[in-house]
């Protein structure tokens, strides 16, 4: 039997489809979340503390929320920036089908829920905001922070959050030793055991 992971592209478990009431940009609201997704039960607390803890994001351009799950930092730059583009982005199709529930059930026209490999080459980022799935292993996920921060714009920024005891503090070390002329990456907060990464592109 294969273990399935919320990474997983095609999730075979049955969907599960449930309703959720959470806070998006201020404001209360119902989405819809399914088994198979990373945190279908709630606004996981990695998330929370990185909504809590950025500055708004840029009023346009294109804005991106790597590996978006069901869509809570998607909805947020959406509804916070309503003139943007808001790419969602994730593996997992289960997940992105709900990012386009979860879209339109809240009236928001301005997000793109894509795989990596439906992303224009050509698009550049104001910003990008992740919780990235640590799970996927360090190899991985180094790959995954290789393909897409160097796609942001110049004088623009990353924040990404990772628990502390999932290896925070030695992801930022790589960061700065893998982007030593392109980015400086900073701690800019820490709250309930995770950190706030900043990444300003240069």
């Not at 294969?2 to 990474?7: D, K, L, N, P």
């Not at 998330?47 to 950025?54: E, G, K, S």
């Not at 190899?139 to 623009?156: G, I, V």
């Not at 628990?163 to 030793?177: E, M, T």
Request: net charge neutral.
């Amino acid at each position: 039997m294969v273990t399935e992971h919320y990474f997983s592209e095609m999730p075979a478990s049955d969907a599960k489809l449930r309703q959720l009431r959470v806070r998006i940009a201020g404001r209360e609201v119902e989405v819809t979340t399914a088994s198979g997704v990373f945190s279908p039960e709630r606004i996981d607390v990695g998330t929370q503390v990185l909504l809590a803890n950025t500055p708004a994001p840029p009023p346009g351009g294109n804005l991106l929320d790597l590996g978006c799950g069901w869509g809570p930092i998607a909805l947020t730059l959406a509804t916070e920036s309503p003139h943007a583009t808001v790419w969602a982005v994730d593996v997992n199709e289960r997940a992105l089908d709900l990012v386009r529930r979860n879209a339109e059930s809240l009236g928001l026209t301005n997000i793109t829920a894509a795989t990596p490999d439906q992303v224009p080459d050509d698009i550049r980022f104001m910003t990008v905001w992740s919780n990235p799935p640590i799970r996927v292993g360090k190899n991985e996920l180094h790959a995954m922070l290789e393909r897409w921060l160097p796609r942001l714009d110049h004088d623009t920024e990353a924040w990404l959050v990772v628990a502390k005891n999932l290896g925070a503090d030695s992801l930022q070390r790589w960061l700065q030793g893998r982007f030593p002329d392109e980015f400086t990456f900073v701690r800019a907060s820490t709250n309930k055991g995770f950190r706030v990464l900043r990444g300003r592109r240069r």
